[in-house]
């Protein structure tokens, strides 16, 4: 895989790490966890600057970002419930989650945003809450870039000292890509495997009511 995002990279330069980016935020076809590190890499050998690579990626995940919580504002909580109660196994996601993140929000929307920004898998659903519970979008715009900018910035810098240290370096990256895809693979498994028993559990009269 990290020889196709290298072949796109090279041959479109930053409007690659935007498109990729983007399309990773929507519907996430490669991880940014691959993505940012290989464009790390070619910046490390000139291709480009690693500023440059840094704004590109922060840019395309961000209109990811935004037309994930349009999107999500646009639908609203009411008609987003439906939606969770019959689609929620498979999104791994139910309805007293979403209560939970509600009450959260309100309280701490801001940092809860900046920090889902750096959390493989959240990144990318932390808008659908944000705009389903009309959090401010100034508000939203700005945290959600602090994150998305830290997160971009860490994975091109590492793949930056790598590229600079070592020559050969796909022969790390082939791997490493290889064991995050199959991380997330198996974190989604084990959501769907467990969803049973936590619904159960949930579901239980407190023994001592």
Known sequence: ????????????????????????????????????????????????????????????????????????????????????????????????????????????????????????????VISIPAGVLRMRLVRFFVWSTVGTAAWSSGLAIAGWVLGRRFSNIEQFLGPLSTGIILLIVLIYIWRQATWHRRHVAADKPDADA
Do not use: K
């Open 1 to 124: 895989m990290q020889d196709w995002v290298f072949d796109i990279v090279e041959s479109t330069g930053l409007f690659g790490v935007f498109l990729l980016m983007l399309l990773e935020t929507v519907f996430p076809p490669i991880p940014s966890e691959v993505i940012m590190p290989v464009a790390g890499v070619l910046a490390a050998r000139g291709g480009m600057g690693l500023g440059g690579v840094i704004l590109a990626g922060t840019a395309g995940a961000m209109v990811g970002n935004l037309f994930w919580y349009a999107l999500a504002r646009m639908i609203g909580l009411h008609r987003f419930r439906p939606l969770i109660e019959r689609y929620g196994r498979w999104l791994t996601l139910d309805w007293p989650e979403v209560e939970r993140a509600q009450g959260l929000f309100r309280r701490f929307g801001g940092p809860i945003v900046m920090v889902g920004r750096v959390l493989p898998t959240i990144r990318s």
